[in-house]
């Protein structure tokens, strides 16, 4: 009867691995629910997240002209900042939320690399930038390893379509 259960609760299998994201219920699961905790604060979070990614990698900040001669003290007094900051929070989000539709986050994220191939930004900002996710999700969510290996699944879901539009056609 526990299976019945487990099933009815999860909609289905908790562990059957969706085909187009590579994500199991279960992974979804740990991924929005750790979410919730980041994204209820998103302006703070966000900048929180983009001032440890511009701290690792300074050179960074050469893709946003708003930043390239303020020091980090003056981000959050910034409206581009807080804009940037924002969207990136929401583009997060959008995705998250809807990882049971895997297909319309692919979408978004084919646009999402298209927008940044247009700014040359290479694959390896985007790796840079997973590094500190998760380096700042060890240390201020204390998240479990099972729930880091979700979020692993989702940024590599993310990152696969993001790289698919990132560099245009030669």
Do not use: C
Request: hydrophobic share 40%.
């Amino acid at each position: 009867m526990g299976g019945l259960l487990n099933r009815l609760w999860w909609g289905g299998d908790p562990d059957a691995v969706n085909p187009v994201s590579g994500l199991s219920r279960r992974d979804v699961f740990a991924v929005q629910k750790s979410w919730a905790i980041v994204y209820s604060n998103p302006q703070a979070n966000g900048s929180e997240l983009l001032k440890r990614y511009f701290r690792a990698h300074p050179e960074s900040k050469e893709f946003f002209r708003m930043l390239r001669k303020l020091n980090e003290n003056e981000f959050d007094a910034n409206h581009q900042f807080k804009a940037h900051v924002m969207s990136l929070m929401s583009s997060l989000n959008l995705a998250i939320t809807n990882l049971d539709q895997p297909e319309v986050v692919a979408a978004m994220m084919n646009k999402l690399g298209e927008s940044h191939g247009r700014r040359k930004i290479e694959e390896q900002y985007f790796h840079d930038l997973k590094g500190v996710i998760v380096k700042m999700f060890i240390e201020v969510l204390k998240l479990d390893n099972k729930t880091l290996t979700s979020w692993g699944k989702v940024v590599d879901f993310l990152y696969k379509h993001i790289f698919v539009t990132l560099k245009p056609d030669s």
